[in-house]
């Protein structure tokens, strides 16, 4: 399916349509490189076959298709969005009404490449949903034919030419109605296992976080309640130990998204050496999930801090709620002077 996916964005660098011209490779880097050499054969064939009176206005006509088959894969939209739909109707039919002056009346290879050109824009015009739009288009170029005849004398070869387009048209109709809802379908099934993937992988990670905290709190807790359910009176190391697994049982709640072990050994050793710290998390990722990078910076610097700390230090951090002009705040307080750092959106130092 990545290959469905375009993951690559594509000659223009835009997202993936996920559409039938995704799975036809419309947007790979390809698909241009592809229509300019189709194009230029066609226009060499043309020159070389004869009957390029105007060389200059078979150019022009045929650099008009060529605009239409850039604008046919880049357009954004699916269907294409209104203003391409335009253009691409309005360039076979100008082209081809460009090139009737410039082209003899005898049989040749130029008609039967510009009609040709013509009709592979009308025919992928469809595969990009606008099948109504690219039988007007197909329409407006026969019409043209036409009226040709009527005013430049009779057009055997351009007739010719177009008529036989008719039936790439009527496959290009059918396979779009047949292949557009099974690519809307494709790509529907897609996101709903990426989703049900994305659900499972949260799912993991929530089992996984909660088995850590388990096991953290079973090495550090379990054997002091042990002892206390014991009934032995615990001394004076056994009473700190107890103190400090508290508080980081505390920090767990009151400062979650500060819930990493570097942090936690650091405030373990911190306060195990006297240093009074206070960790709070009043922001709520509900409204902005995508804080993990920010958190990670302001942990460092806590880590940090709390490594230089001595004896009679106290050390805050804090996540601030949302909406306020800074991210976090850190504080070292020594012996009556305090030391505050802010940190903004990303975790750096204001």
């Avoid at 880049?74 to 009404?97: E, H, K, N, S």
């Avoid at 990009?128 to 039988?135: C, E, K």
Wanted: aromatic fraction near 6%; charged fraction near 20%; charge should be neutral.
């Amino acid at each position: 399916m990545s290959g469905l996916g375009v993951r690559a964005l594509g000659w223009w660098r835009q997202p993936p349509r996920n559409d039938a011209s995704t799975i036809m490779g419309l947007q790979t880097r390809w698909a241009p490189t592809l229509a300019v050499g189709i194009w230029a054969v066609s226009l060499v064939i043309g020159f070389a076959a004869g009957g390029v009176e105007i060389p200059v206005l078979y150019l022009a006509s045929m650099l008009v298709m060529l605009a239409a088959v850039f604008v046919l894969l880049a357009a954004p939209g699916d269907p294409v969005v209104r203003w391409a739909t335009y253009l691409i109707v309005v360039a076979p039919p100008a082209a081809v009404a460009m090139a009737v002056p410039a082209l003899s009346h005898r049989p040749g290879m130029a008609y039967a490449t510009l009609t040709g050109a013509s009709v592979i824009i009308t025919a992928f015009f469809a595969v990009r949903g606008r099948v109504l739009a690219s039988w007007i288009s197909f329409g407006l170029s026969l019409l043209v034919a036409v009226l040709a005849a009527k005013f430049y004398g009779p057009q055997p070869a351009l007739l010719a030419a177009q008529l036989p387009n008719l039936a790439v048209q009527l496959m290009a109709t059918i396979f779009a109605a047949i292949v557009r809802p099974r690519a809307r379908q494709i790509y529907a099934l897609r996101g709903q296992t990426e989703r049900e993937t994305a659900l499972l992988a949260a799912d993991e990670a929530a089992l996984a976080v909660r088995d850590q905290q388990m096991a953290r709190l079973d090495d550090g807790a379990r054997p002091l309640l042990d002892l206390i359910a014991s009934g032995r009176t615990l001394d004076d190391v056994e009473v700190r130990r107890c103190r400090l697994v508290e508080a980081q049982l505390r920090d767990n709640i009151r400062a979650p998204g500060f819930d990493d072990p570097t942090v936690a050994d650091a405030a373990w050793d911190a306060r195990a050496k006297g240093v009074r710290v206070l960790l709070l998390d009043d922001y709520d990722r509900i409204g902005d999930a995508d804080v993990d990078d920010a958190i990670a910076a302001v942990s460092s610097e806590l880590v940090a801090a709390l490594a230089g700390a001595v004896s009679g230090d106290e050390v805050t951090v804090r996540l601030l709620p949302n909406g306020r002009a800074a991210f976090a705040t850190l504080s070292v307080s020594r012996g009556g002077s305090v030391v505050r750092h802010d940190f903004d959106a990303a975790g750096r130092r204001i």
